[in-house]
């Protein structure tokens, strides 16, 4: 099966669903993010007060946000006149099954961060 026809309304549903889930990831990577390069500027300024190395460069992977790409399909969809829209498979894997093809360097730098929160939360709790 290379297309389908699906409902738009519960087309759009699902792309609010996960997009809403991807900006929840990417807020709680940034605010990890945050922390580390904050913690890593605390170190780095110590070390150079104290006389050690000068460390001016943090490489630390920057948290990826791709809300607009749903945005822009939700959009599409909102304006679109039809009730059924045809999806081929690739645009199923992205919209429905949420398989972008950013989906990889998404999880290798953004998600990480929130694995770091969550074991955060863990240890306190």
Known sequence: MNTITV???????TLILNRDEHRAIFEKA????????IEALDRALADAKAGGDLRTYINLPVPEDHTDEF????????WDTA???ELTRGEFQ????NQWGWRASFAA???SYSSMLDEEEANRG
């Open 109 to 111: 730098n953004t998600m």
């Open 94 to 97: 992205q919209y429905v099954e």
């Open 7 to 13: 409902n738009k309304a519960n087309l759009i549903e």
């Open 83 to 85: 009730d059924t829209v």
């Open 30 to 37: 940034t605010t990890a993010y945050r922390a580390k390069v």
């Open 71 to 78: 945005d822009t399909a939700i959009a599409m969809l909102e």
